[in-house]
């Protein structure tokens, strides 16, 4: 990727600069130029290399309920314990991690969860449709692969939650079917007889590379005219024409700006529009497996052992766990590593760890699980950031949402404001 410092002298060369070559920042580049705007991409890494090289690469339109829950404060003591458990606090983090998670608790009260869960639904509802119509459309639909996904559980006393869990997703309009250990043995052979069953997701699906979906994404948008430079973004200043950004290698210039840094969005979300975004990062990990294919046929997710395993086409990809510990402290790669002890006995055969890969990631989450999408500064701002568990599997939808605001702003374009939903579950300003 150029680092060239002649990317947008005038504001009027750039129509959007996006800030963040993501799978949120790329998707949004490519929806915003087929709408004919001029788009230019800033990122200090290659495209790709931040939280959406290593997910799990799960379509998972069927989590419509915040996966931070309550428990999560009554597991504080455990988690500051238990250094490989499945969430993790750093104890040097706990305190700036405490008016997060006291704002993760206030929206757990009954009116804004049902908001929570009303806008995860809203976009998880129109997550796949969206993916499919964007692969379709730069014809590597291959990509995405839509089998469903399995939840699995092996203790008798999980019954008792599963099926309350089952009837919360019926009554979300998620399809959900219960499956036997018979029905599980016979989906997935290679899954162990321990698994006394699961819940499947039919309208789910996974990626069988989620880093090779963002170059196959950022191809298309240079074909389709947007630029991508690898430069950092320090800060930046809007004006009367547009905004100013000060990056790496000089000033870049544009009548707006896209935000879409992951978890690094809210410096200059504060800069350019004087709001403080209480974003922090849920890290999470995974261990690649390359010499496991053929083991199961879609993402099996253990609900007793909290990590997920998903085929692709790299090996067996397993991931998970939250670890609270800020943007910057190194990755424990042991966590990395505690997926494999994780999967023991969970196959007849158990994985074989040869030349295994390990990656550490940073979601970007609000305390509400809610992403923010929308437009601000008399349109000269955008956002598209903080999707915390689910950056990939809304990243299609979020595009075409952020081109139609964009469009929607545009002078005389108003027609097109009949194609946009109701986004004010995601706007800056509930902040
Ligand atoms: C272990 C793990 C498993 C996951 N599994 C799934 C899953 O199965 N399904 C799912 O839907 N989601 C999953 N996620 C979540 C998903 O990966 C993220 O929500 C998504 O990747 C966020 O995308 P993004 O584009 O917002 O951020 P990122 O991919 O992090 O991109 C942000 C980009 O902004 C750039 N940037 C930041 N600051 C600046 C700056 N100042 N100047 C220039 N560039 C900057 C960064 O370099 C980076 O490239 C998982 C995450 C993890 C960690």
Avoid at 220 to 228: D, I, L, M, N, Y
Avoid at 234 to 246: I, K, M, P, Q, T
Avoid at 294 to 320: H, N, Y
Wanted: hydrophobic share 45%; proline share 6%; aromatic share 6%.
């Amino acid at each position: 990727m150029p680092t060239s410092s002649n990317i947008g002298s005038t504001p009027d060369a750039v129509d959007i600069a996006v800030v963040g070559a993501g799978i949120i920042g790329v998707t949004c580049a490519l929806s915003l130029a087929r709408h004919g705007l001029r788009v230019t991409v800033v990122d200090a890494q290659e495209p790709g290399h931040g939280a959406s090289y290593g997910n799990a690469g799960h379509l998972a339109a069927e989590q419509v309920f915040p996966i931070a829950d309550i428990s999560i404060l009554q597991r504080i003591p455990a988690m500051l314990i238990d250094p490989m458990g499945p969430l993790r606090l750093d104890w040097k983090y706990l305190p700036r991690a405490l008016p997060w998670f006291a704002r993760l608790v206030l929206n757990l009260r009954s009116e804004p969860f049902q908001q929570t869960v009303a806008g995860l639904r809203q976009l998880n509802e129109a997550s796949l449709g969206a993916w499919e119509r964007l692969l379709e459309s730069i014809g590597h639909a291959d990509l995405l692969q839509k089998r469903g996904s399995l939840l699995v559980f092996e203790r008798a006393e999980s019954l008792e939650t599963v099926d309350p869990l089952r009837k919360r997703w019926l009554q979300q309009g998620v399809p959900v079917e219960f499956w036997s250990a018979q029905a599980v043995r016979d989906a997935a052979p290679e899954l162990s007889e321990r698994l006394l069953g699961g819940l499947f997701f039919q309208e789910t699906g996974h990626f069988i590379d989620p880093y090779l979906a963002v170059c196959r994404l950022v191809e298309a948008a240079e074909a389709g005219g947007v630029r991508f430079f690898q430069q950092q973004v320090h800060g930046g200043r809007l004006h009367a024409h547009g905004v100013s950004l000060a990056t790496s290698q000089g000033e870049l210039n544009a009548r707006r700006v896209l935000i879409a840094c992951g978890a690094h969005s809210a410096p200059l979300v504060a800069q350019l529009t004087g709001t403080r975004v209480p974003l922090d990062t849920e890290r999470g990990y995974h261990l690649m497996l390359p010499h496991e294919h053929g083991r199961l046929p879609f993402p099996v997710t253990s609900l007793e052992r909290k990590f997920i395993m998903t085929p692709m086409s790299g090996g067996l990809r397993l991931a998970g766990t939250v670890e609270f510990a800020g943007l910057d402290s190194p990755a424990r790669m042991k966590r990395a590593w505690q997926l494999h002890r994780l999967s023991e006995g969970l196959f007849h055969r158990d994985l074989d760890a040869k030349d295994a890969t390990t990656w550490m990631g940073r979601r970007p989450s609000l305390p509400d699980s809610l992403p923010v999408i929308d437009q601000v500064c008399d349109g000269r701002v955008l956002l598209a950031f903080g999707h915390q568990h689910l950056g990939l599997t809304q990243a299609a939808i979020t595009a075409e949402w952020i081109a139609q605001l964009a469009v929607v702003l545009q002078p005389g374009a108003a027609a097109a404001s009949h194609a946009l939903p109701d986004l004010s579950a995601y706007r800056l300003g509930r902040f």
